[in-house]
T-cell receptor, first 114, second 116 residues
Framework: AQSVSQHNHHVILSEAASLELGCNYS??????LFWYVQYPGQHLQLLLK??????LVKGIKGFEAEFIKSKFSFNLRKPSVQWSDTAEYFC????????????FGKGNQVVVIP | DTEVTQTPKHLVMGMTNKKSLKCEQH?????MYWYKQKAKKPPELMFV???????INESVPSRFSPECPNSSLLNLHLHALQPEDSALYLC???????????????FGPGTRLTVT
């Protein structure tokens, strides 16, 4: 079964700082990768996804993520964060073939200080 | 429209009550899911329905009973719950089911359940 690990569970940074959240997955086959965001009191929203092609994917709200196959990584980045980016961020993976069991990482709680 | 709706938004129930959670999507998705989420934790998968058939049950206690009346609707029937079952219950859907895996899941806003 696939697993996903995220580092630095709690991240505190100031507005305009750059953000990078690490995500590593473990799976023997091809996986599709996702980043979800959960703003305080809101539901999970899809930030971006990687299925194939260009390993640098751009998502909503200025986020991007880079898939590095050799490192089994899918790190999320944003060059300049805003207070409104305060949220919980989850990396997730699902096998390209097989069941629809989505494996989530433990999440990163990001707090942006104005 | 990538919308999954859930009702009710909030539910408070006693340990002897019977209640149901409802989820609806009109995106033509053929896989639907129930998750349980505790605060500051990732969602935990409970059930997967694929083409209206239960395909995954993650060893969930029988006091949770899912039902998929049609391809757009998903219910979760609750009976004799425990206080530790208090959580946010999320519904999700994805375009394909079966072994056509790999698709993104779209989540509803959830039902905040409190068991007293």
């Amino acid at each position: 079964a696939q697993s996903v690990s995220q580092h630095n569970h709690h991240v505190i940074l100031s507005e305009a700082a750059s953000l990078e959240l690490g995500c590593n997955y473990s799976y023997g086959g091809t996986v599709n990768l996702f980043w979800y965001v959960q703003y305080p009191g809101q539901h999970l929203q899809l930030l971006l996804k990687y299925f194939s092609g260009d390993p640098l994917v751009k998502g909503i709200k200025g986020f991007e993520a880079e898939f590095i196959k050799s490192k089994f990584s899918f790190n999320l980045r944003k060059p300049s964060v805003q207070w409104s980016d305060t949220a919980e961020y989850f990396c997730a993976a699902v096998p390209f073939y097989g069941n629809n069991r989505l494996a989530f990482g433990k999440g990163n709680q990001v707090v942006v200080i104005p | 429209d990538t919308e999954v709706t859930q009702t009710p938004k909030h539910l408070v129930m006693g340990m002897t009550n019977k209640k149901s959670l409802k989820c609806e999507q009109h995106m033509g998705h053929r896989a639907m899911y129930w998750y349980k989420q505790k605060a500051k934790k990732p969602p935990e998968l409970m059930f997967v329905y694929s083409y209206e058939k239960l395909s995954i049950n993650e060893s969930v206690p029988s006091r949770f009973s899912p039902e998929c009346p049609n391809s757009s609707l998903l219910n979760l029937h609750l009976h004799a719950l425990q206080p530790e079952d208090s959580a946010l219950y999320l519904c999700a859907s994805s375009p394909k089911g079966g072994t056509s895996g790999g698709y993104e899941q779209y989540f509803g806003p959830g039902t905040r359940l409190t068991v007293t």
